[in-house]
Each structure stands twice: as structure tokens, then as C-alpha cells.
């Protein structure tokens, strides 16, 4: 299974931490949480990882050079200009084999700043089984923005932004008290087939808004694990606790 880890972000939430440092490289435990994200994937069964950079991008590569994990690691590179969650995916495609027909190996995709106790094989088979184009890990935690989901098939079909009443796509508004609501983990699989459906895409997108498109015409699911624990560290006020879970984890 080859694997995509999103590193590219500016961080600003982690700030003054990431004004001399990319977020992927801020410790947690003593290492850096890149570190955390890479042994993750390797455990799940990750065969090659592709890591994608921008903010101190330089930092990233000298840190990967250095230290060996044991598996392929390639860079794919963004410094020239960030190109958000759904235009890394794409830009990162040949890197994962997925630029041509002859892949149909889906690829796992992980935020650098979440830790989980996720089961990402489970996450893999669900995708197997479903025949899916994409399996995004959810769970019933708050957050503003909702996925929108059937409560008996699973199938991805919308979004919703609780503070402004935002509804995506339109034609779901008005049947919205039928879905299922659950918060995007930042882990998610997709198949080859669909990362090549991006080419028509701007430069950079939203990986959300390119789901949101899609679901309407493909086998998109959503994948919820009891007692799953996942936690964002994307802020300084995370730091600590963000310690305490994987010590937490390890038990």
C-alpha cells in the first residue's frame, strides 16, 4: 500500500512554533510529528510514503535524509506555491504510480498533525469491500463542519457548516434531518482511478470540495470505528495533551 502524508501546511495555529519550523517537524513525546505519522503508516502496512512539503521545506528533506524508517520516502514538492489538500493529492501522483492506467492500488492519505488510535487496515478493507472510490474516517466528535452521510449505506452525500447553515451540495438542504452528521478525521483512501479525475481541477483545491462533487456520481463511504480516539494537534494548547494521548496510546 503506498501512502501520502499531507506536511505542507503553514501552521499558523501552532505559531511561534512553526515561524522557524514546518508543522510536520514540531515534537511531541521528544519526536517530531512526522516521526509519529510515518511509523503509523509503516504499521498499517504502508509499503512507500510520499510526503509532501512547502513551509521550511528544506527542514523536511534534510530531516528524511537523515533518519531511516525503514521504507522508500519521496518528496513531493510544493514550495513554489501551496497547493491545499486535493491539488497535493494530484500533484503527488506520480510519485504514488497513480498518473497512469496501469495502477489500481489505492492510496492512503494522513494529515501530519492528527494522532489516532485508528485501525487504518480496517479502514483499507472497508474501501475493499465497498467497492469504493474513496473511504473517509469519521467520527462523533463536534466540529463545525459535518459530513453528511446516509445512516444505512454510508455513503458520502454532502457537507454542512453548523455555524452558517451552509449546505452542500444544494439539493440535499432540504432532506438534511435524514443523514447522518460526523466530523472528517483527516485520514482517508482513494482509489488511482479517481485521483486521475482531478486533472480538470485548478491548481489547487479542497480535497472536501472535490468529494462533494464527486459523491454524487461515485461510490464515496464514510468509515466510523467504535472507540476510536483521534486528536488534532494542530495548536500550541494541543501540544501537551497531544503527549499525554500517545503515551495514552502506547499503553
Known amino acids: 500500500m503506498k501512502a501520502l502524508i499531507l506536511a505542507a501546511g503553514l501552521g499558523t495555529r501552532l505559531r511561534p512554533l512553526t515561524d522557524r519550523m514546518p508543522k510536520a517537524l514540531v515534537p511531541v513525546a521528544g519526536k517530531p510529528l512526522l516521526h509519529h505519522t510515518i511509523h503509523t503508516l509503516r504499521r498499517a502496512g504502508a509499503t512507500s510514503i510520499v510526503v509532501n512539503v512547502h513551509h521550511f521545506a528544506e527542514q523536511i528533506v534534510h530531516y528524511l535524509s537523515t533518519h531511516d524508517f525503514g521504507l522508500p520516502i519521496h518528496i513531493s514538492d510544493e514550495s513554489q506555491q501551496l497547493l491545499n489538500t486535493g491539488g497535493a493529492i494530484r500533484h503527488a501522483a506520480a510519485l504514488l504510480g497513480c498518473a497512469d492506467n496501469g495502477c489500481d492500488e489505492p492510496v492512503l492519505v494522513h494529515n501530519v498533525d492528527i494522532l489516532s488510535n485508528a485501525d487504518l487496515p480496517a479502514l483499507v478493507e472497508a474501501h475493499r469491500q465497498n467497492g469504493a472510490q474513496a473511504t473517509l474516517l469519521v467520527s462523533r466528535r463536534y466540529s463545525t463542519r459535518q459530513l453528511l452521510i446516509s445512516p444505512t449505506t454510508q455513503r458520502l452525500c454532502g457537507w454542512t457548516h453548523l455555524e452558517t447553515g451552509e449546505v452542500r451540495p444544494t439539493n440535499v438542504q432540504q432532506h438534511i434531518e435524514q443523514f447522518a ?17 482531478m486533472q480538470s481541477w485548478p491548481e489547487a483545491f479542497s480535497i472536501i470540495d472535490f468529494y462533494l462533487e464527486k459523491c454524487i456520481t461515485h461510490p464515496l463511504f464514510c468509515h466510523e470505528q467504535a472507540q476510536l480516539q483521534l486528536l488534532d494537534v494542530g495548536k500550541t494548547g494541543a501540544l501537551e495533551a497531544a503527549a499525554a494521548f500517545l503515551e495514552e496510546l502506547r499503553k
Open 181 to 197: 452528521q460526523r466530523a472528517f478525521g483527516g485520514i482517508h483512501i482513494l482509489s488511482p482511478q479517481l485521483i486521475r479525475e
